[in-house]
């Protein structure tokens, strides 16, 4: 990526965090990102109520409320109804007025295989940013949704879910992190960043290399979907999530008790994931605490730790 100095960017690529932050004054700073992909189930309503989602997430992650969207969409226009055109954008508008913003336009063009995504823009106090650069030794790291979406939607595309976990995968794709990043900006936390396709592994590492730390985590407080464990020892597993895995070999280092099919669990490339917040510890309690109050899963994952190689590593135990 070509680099832009400009004292006014607050947040760009150099950190891979989850949207860019331009300040327009000592007041008011712009939050944007965009996110699209192909469809992960079939049905067209929910595979438009997954996107919007999972854009809207990054606004989350970054502390902000989303204001203006802009759908992007492509569409085999020739050999699917148009009617499914409709049914997935009715499922992104419907996440949007739940989360609060307005859809404002977009663009389309005629395409072999639908894509649909959004481009979001929230607006925030420069002051009041929460970025995946700020994560400090010692904090807790907070995870609000389960891992192993990436292999669920892979089983369902195979005909290989069941249909009590295609519809407990499709619930937690469905749910708006907006309750979490409402409850998180409230207590005040040091760093933030949404899972989805680098996996839990891949997006924990961008946070410990932008925050210059390490972190341990503890593989058994990770919360995981059901049969998750069972699909992926049967070799279901997206590419990408293998991918994922060995992109990250110099970066995590595994405890000799942590199976296969865990490592590829906690790299699994997620769509709309769950927030990774790392909390002071002296506030990690109440975050917990507030966070299940307000109905969103809360679990401690693990913590932040020294690392003096500034590469972010990470340490996988039991």
Same mark, same amino acid.
Request: aromatic residues 6%.
């Given at each position: 990526m070509p680099v832009f100095d400009d004292p006014n960017l607050l947040v760009g690529a150099s950190t891979a965090d989850d949207a860019g932050v331009y300040k327009v004054n000592d007041e008011l700073a712009l939050v944007q990102t965009v996110d699209y992909f192909t469809p992960v189930v079939d049905d067209p309503f929910i595979f438009g109520q997954i996107t919007a989602t999972n854009a809207l997430s990054d606004i989350y992650a970054m502390g902000a409320k989303p204001m203006t969207v802009l759908n992007i969409i492509a569409f085999p226009t020739n050999e699917l109804p148009l009617t499914d055109l +409709?049914? @997935?954008?009715? /499922? /992104? +508008?419907?996440k949007v007025k739940e989360a609060g913003a307005c859809i404002v336009g977009g663009h389309s063009i005629s395409d072999k295989e *639908? !894509?649909? /995504?959004?481009? &979001? %823009?929230?607006l925030i106090h *420069?002051?009041?940013v929460v970025t995946n650069a700020g994560a400090k030794e010692g904090d807790w790291l907070v995870l609000t949704k389960p891992l192993g979406l990436g292999i669920i939607t892979t089983a369902i595309k195979r005909g290989k879910a069941s249909e009590k976990v295609a519809k407990e995968a499709i619930q937690v794709m469905t749910t708006l992190n907006k309750d979490g990043a409402e409850v998180m900006t409230r207590i005040g936390v040091n760093s933030c960043t949404d899972i989805t396709g680098f996996g839990f592994l891949? #997006?924990?590492w961008e946070?410990? !290399?932008?925050? !210059? &730390? /390490?972190? !341990? $985590?503890?593989? %058994?407080n990770v919360p995981v979907l059901e049969e998750a464990n069972n699909l992926v020892a049967q070799g279901i597993c997206p590419g990408g999530t293998k991918k994922n895995l060995t992109?990250?070999?110099? +970066? &995590?280092?595994?405890? #000799?008790? @942590?199976t296969d099919e865990m490592k590829l669990i906690l790299a699994d490339a997620q769509t709309s994931g769950g927030l990774l917040i790392a909390v002071p510890p002296e506030k990690g309690r109440k975050l917990v605490s507030e966070l299940i109050l307000a109905g969103? *899963?809360? #679990? &401690?994952?693990?913590? $932040? %730790?020294?690392?003096n190689s500034g590469t972010g590593k990470i340490m996988v135990l039991e």
């Open positions: +409709a049914l @997935i954008l009715q /499922g /992104g +508008a419907d *639908p !894509k649909y /995504g959004m481009a &979001v %823009t929230a *420069p002051d009041k891949g #997006h924990l946070m410990t !290399k932008a925050s !210059k &730390v /390490g972190a !341990k $985590i503890y593989a %058994t992109f990250l070999q110099d +970066a &995590v280092n595994f405890d #000799h008790s @942590i969103v *899963p809360a #679990h &401690v994952v693990g913590e $932040i %730790t020294n690392d």
